[in-house]
């Protein structure tokens, strides 16, 4: 089984919709949890970078972590063209652990 | 300015040959990473650095060998190329001493193609 597992999509949603991304895991260690954001040919980028349970907002994006079920989530509020990219999670006890990403796409 | 950058960006070989990576980067991270995405996007760290000392290494073929000269640079040099090694290699660095607390910023990628 995977440390970190995560649906690779793709995900195709209208503009304007609520993206909601999520990711499972294993290993009750993990203590913070990140989300990052890959375009085409670019480096990932992070978005939102949290410690232990709860939520985290940041303008558009919700970060959730929920450790009792061991699973995150990144919500993405009125979506735009521009949010098209892979997204990775990411979480991390002693090293990061990725998900394999999820690839969003949002249509004009 | 770039805060972790790696050159090339694009790296064309033939199979059996020796390349290399350089990263740097300006964030005055104590810790830098090597880490592979395959073409599902997986990233895999193969190596972590802390203030010039290795304290991560994955299982990777003792034909890839890091080098950190000190601690804003980590090159990655890879012998007898082979074509399982076309992938993206990401730099990354973190200001924790490699304990996953910090935060990881990632440069552009290199993108190696064995033929």
């Known amino acids: 089984q995977k440390e970190v597992e995560q649906d690779p999509g793709p995900l195709s949603v209208p503009e304007g919709a609520i993206v909601s991304l999520n990711c499972t895991y294993s290993?009750?260690?993990?203590?913070?949890f990140m989300w990052y954001r890959q375009y085409s040919r670019k480096g990932p980028e992070l978005l939102m970078y949290t410690y232990s349970s709860g939520n985290k907002e940041d303008g558009r994006f919700t970060a959730q972590v929920d450790k009792s079920s061991k699973y995150i989530s990144l919500f993405i509020r009125d979506s735009q063209p521009s949010d098209s990219a892979t997204y990775l999670c990411?979480?991390?006890?002693?090293?990061?652990?990725f998900g394999s990403g999820t690839k969003l796409n949002v249509k004009p | 300015d770039t805060a972790v950058s790696q050159t090339p960006k694009y790296l064309v070989t033939q199979m059996g040959n020796d390349k290399s990576i350089k990263c740097e980067q300006n964030?005055?991270?104590?810790?830098m990473y090597w880490y592979k995405q395959d073409s599902k996007k997986f990233l895999k760290i193969m190596f972590s650095y802390n203030n010039k000392e290795l304290i991560i290494n994955e299982t990777v073929p003792n034909r890839f060998s890091p080098k950190s000269p000190d601690k804003a640079h980590l090159n990655l040099h890879i012998n007898s190329l082979e074509l399982g090694d076309s992938a993206v290699y990401f730099c990354a660095s973190s200001q924790d001493a490699g304990e996953g607390s910090g935060e990881l910023f990632f440069g552009e990628g290199s993108r190696l193609t064995v033929l």
């Open positions: 290993n009750s260690a993990f203590q913070y």
């Open positions: 990411a979480m991390s006890a002693n090293k990061f652990y």
């Open positions: 964030l005055g991270h104590d810790t």
